[in-house]
């Protein structure tokens, strides 16, 4: 995930129902297909080449979708768009849906990207700290808004947070490369990639190795969407689309960098080299021994448990937080095997 993995979500007032109106879901008489929105949390890069290679390869219009795929960017807060019918589906990060739905938006996760987070802990190669423990006594830089995740995976690991010193930081990871701290919070397929493209190099380790179970790019969409048959139909083609985009994409990671950097990512001046070696870390993080039995994009029961533990220990509010999963669609996508 390019953007802020621990972003704090805008407050969400008076959140309404799909709209069809909106144009996020509907039917096209003329063409017998279903017009649908996908709304990206980020830019059209590698982070989002599955979708990208599925709408390239036909893979949404061969289900009957006519799908759009609308990118998103650091100012952009997907929940709202869902939840006001400007898109039926929309990716974001299960903390942050869920912190919409104790607002009021009435929204469901219903399949996971990214299995395992890609927030790591990220050091220089000649002074590494090789694992949590070995953050005890050191700087790490850590931004204001991942604060509490970090907390939570050292209480949860028997480390006392009192014992790091924590120095506020953007993302930028200019302040590791100049010693102002002795690590830094990052995410796997970004400022590493960043600063190895420098000539820096890093070693890092993953949260998600000390408990920070909480899937990243999950797909969504309202209640409403899921109680309506022809809705259904429409999410399901998607899923199944996103999830053959993405088999294909990790089968060949450096023709899915070039489709993003050459397509739908050709205005971001996207650098080649740096996506292919993004596109390249994003395989360990999607494809999984979880996915590899269950089909990409799988919720396991135990996945979702780890989900709502992670969530509990970092403060989401919510007596219920399983009851945001919905498995259904990815049911039915995924009824007759995982070969799509």
Known sequence: MSRNAFRVPV?????????????????????????????????????????YTGLDKGYYE?????????????????????????????????????????????????????????????????????????????????????????????????????????????????????????????LLNNQPLTLKAQGVETTTFLLSDYGYNAWGNVLFTTDEALADDESRKTLEGIVKGTAKGWDDALADTDAAAELMVNGPGKDQNLDLAQQKLAMAEFTDLIKTDETTANGLLSMSAEGIAGNVKTMQDIGVPGDDLASLFDTSILEAVYADGTDL
Do not use: H, Y
């Open 62 to 186: 061969a289900e009957g979708v006519d799908l759009t795929i609308t990118p998103g960017g650091p100012s952009t807060t997907v929940e709202p768009l869902v939840a006001s019918g400007k898109a039926l589906v929309g990716l974001s990060s299960t903390d942050v849906i869920a912190r919409a739905v104790a607002e009021g938006a009435p929204l469901k996760i219903i399949a996971a990207t990214l299995q395992q987070n890609p927030t790591s802990i990220m050091s220089l190669a000649d002074n590494p700290v090789n694992t949590l423990a070995d953050l005890a006594g050191k700087k790490l830089c850590v931004q204001t808004s991942g604060q509490s995740v970090i907390n939570a995976v050292l209480e949860g690991n028997g480390i006392d947070p009192d014992d790091v010193s924590m120095v506020p930081a953007d993302f930028d990871p200019a302040p590791l490369v100049a010693g102002d701290c002795d690590a830094f919070v990052s």
């Open 11 to 51: 407050a969400i007032a008076a959140l309404t129902g799909l709209l069809a109106a909106c144009g996020s879901g509907g039917s096209s008489a003329e063409s017998g297909s279903s017009t649908a929105t996908l709304q990206l949390g980020w830019i059209a890069n590698v982070e989002n080449a599955g979708p």
